[in-house]
């Protein structure tokens, strides 16, 4: 289970799962974008909050790829303005 690709994110545009997808590639993980979006599905049309992007990675890889996510985080919290509410 730790040698094959799990889902580790899931995201709502391929432009989210793109960006995460350059971020853990450039830090030495190996990823897969899974989209499972229909090309139509009346049930789902305009449907913005369906979260069917996958970003999978190897299961071996999820301590390293939450502690690099936990990491971003941290210095993305020390950009945002004091008075930010």
């Known amino acids: 289970m730790k ?26 993980i190996e990823v897969e974008i899974e989209n499972e979006r229909k090309y139509f599905d009346a049930s789902y049309a305009n449907n913005k909050v369906a979260a069917d992007i996958k970003l999978k990675i190897l299961g071996s890889s999820f301590e390293k790829a939450n502690q690099l996510l936990d990491n971003y985080y941290e210095t993305q919290i020390q950009e945002v303005s004091k008075d930010y509410y």
Do not use: D, S
Not at 6 to 24: D, G, M, R, V, Y
């Open 3 to 28: 040698n094959e690709f799990l889902t580790f994110l899931k995201f709502n545009t391929p432009i989210e799962a793109e960006n995460a997808k350059l971020f853990l590639e450039e830090n030495g």
